[in-house]
């Protein structure tokens, strides 16, 4: 039996207590439907119960705020006028500092770049912007930093082409100005290599024939120039071998070198 049908059968608040409508405030919306004991109900303990309150009922939200429930103050906030937020980026609760970054104008979330949090500083990261993000290129967690090389204007997202994490290396080959991406022909990870393989121009992919990594000569295989070719069809894998031989077949029959011929 699915959790809806089986919703009604617990009504307990955060504290563990039974959930009564006799005495509670918002008892008189009941006729209207914007609650139900079970269903919608703003004083269940369950996350799901409490955010379908604040959906019917979003004026209501700012209420509850300050409320001991950290996971209530949380859906609060995502349904609250956004004038009422500011205070919020100095609760002790993560979750409910998260949320208010997500919400909060850019002007007021500056300073939660720094929060002590990984997951409030995960939320600025994908809302700041600027000098703010590159900030963010800095920080201690590898997801943080990632993230923000994911959003970082392209033409700064080299400034993150040394991290010491190759899944923020990875993302920086991705963005990265095509007039500024051959020396990351030389990075350390092969996956990283193997991105690069993928967008620099055919006739720049020659040295990648030497790869020891069978990914990237594949995918120089793929997109290189006959040059790069001729050389990959002796190569020591037979899959690489293979799509240099094709590759050369088909140039042969169109008459080109490759590429942009």
Not at 188 to 206: G, I, K, N
Request: with cysteine.
């Amino acid at each position: 039996m699915s959790e809806e049908a089986n919703e009604v059968v617990e009504a307990v608040d955060w504290l563990g207590r039974p959930v009564s409508c006799k005495d509670c405030p918002h008892d008189t919306m009941r006729a209207q439907e914007r609650c139900d004991l079970g269903r919608i109900c703003v004083r269940d303990r369950r996350s799901k119960r409490i955010d379908r309150f604040f959906a019917n009922n979003p004026t209501l939200a700012g209420r509850y705020l300050s409320h001991p429930y950290s996971e209530l103050r949380v859906l609060a906030a995502k349904h609250a006028s956004v004038f009422l937020l500011t205070a919020l980026v100095n609760d002790p609760e993560p979750d409910v500092r998260a949320m208010a970054v997500y919400r909060l104008p850019y002007n007021r979330i500056s300073a939660l770049k720094n929060d002590p949090d990984r997951k409030v500083r995960l939320a600025a990261a994908q809302r700041l912007e600027g000098a703010d993000l590159v900030q963010m290129l800095n920080d201690q967690d590898y997801a943080i930093r990632r993230t923000a090389a994911s959003r970082i204007d392209a033409d700064l997202v080299g400034l993150a082409m040394n991290d010491i994490e190759p899944e923020v290396r990875r993302v920086v080959a991705r963005r990265m100005p095509l007039a500024k991406l051959a020396p990351m022909m030389f990075d350390a990870d092969p996956l990283v290599r193997y991105e690069v393989a993928q967008r620099l121009a055919p006739e720049q992919l020659d040295i990648l024939v030497h790869d020891e990594d069978l990914r990237v000569r594949y995918a120089v295989a793929e997109r290189g120039n006959r040059d790069a070719l001729m050389y990959l069809k002796y190569d020591r894998d037979e899959e690489v071998q293979a799509m240099a031989i094709s590759r050369l077949a088909a140039l042969d029959e169109e008459g080109g070198d490759g590429p942009g011929t």
